[in-house]
């Protein structure tokens, strides 16, 4: 299928699939007047990459564990494919999104500070 087919299905603009292309994500094959052809089995990968960049991952994570998952609807790395080197990079993911997921908490107790303080003051004094 045409990158323009692709796009409908999965609802990613032709632009990022070419993106996934650069990153190494996608393999289209590529006919003879030079337009990307892409398996049918692309749409399940395609919805799996944007699963897993939703979760924060980055595409060099991502590049180096897709080979390994089997199931667009979860995690599972093959045990071959952790290595010391994929471990350490991992580890300091997961140490990156414990530190967005802090600053998100404290950015929603923040907002709830703020509302309950504008809503004391709309609602004067008991």
Not at 47 to 60: A, K, N
Not at 62 to 85: A, G, M, V, Y
Not at 98 to 114: G, P
């Amino acid at each position: 299928m045409r990158i323009g087919l692709l796009a409908q299905r999965t609802g990613v603009p032709p632009r990022l699939l070419r993106y996934y292309e650069e990153q190494d994500l996608l393999h289209p094959e590529r006919a003879d007047n030079g337009y990307r052809d892409y398996p049918e089995s692309a749409v399940r990968l395609v919805q799996q990459i944007r699963g897993l960049l939703d979760s924060g991952l980055t595409t060099e994570i991502i590049r180096r564990i897709l080979p390994f998952l089997d199931d667009p609807s979860r995690i599972h790395l093959h045990p071959q494919c952790l290595t010391p080197d994929l471990a350490a990079l991992l580890e300091a993911e997961a140490e990156r999104l414990q530190e967005r997921i802090d600053c998100l908490s404290r950015n929603r107790d923040a907002i709830h500070a703020y509302l309950a303080a504008v809503r004391a003051l709309r609602n004067g004094p008991a």
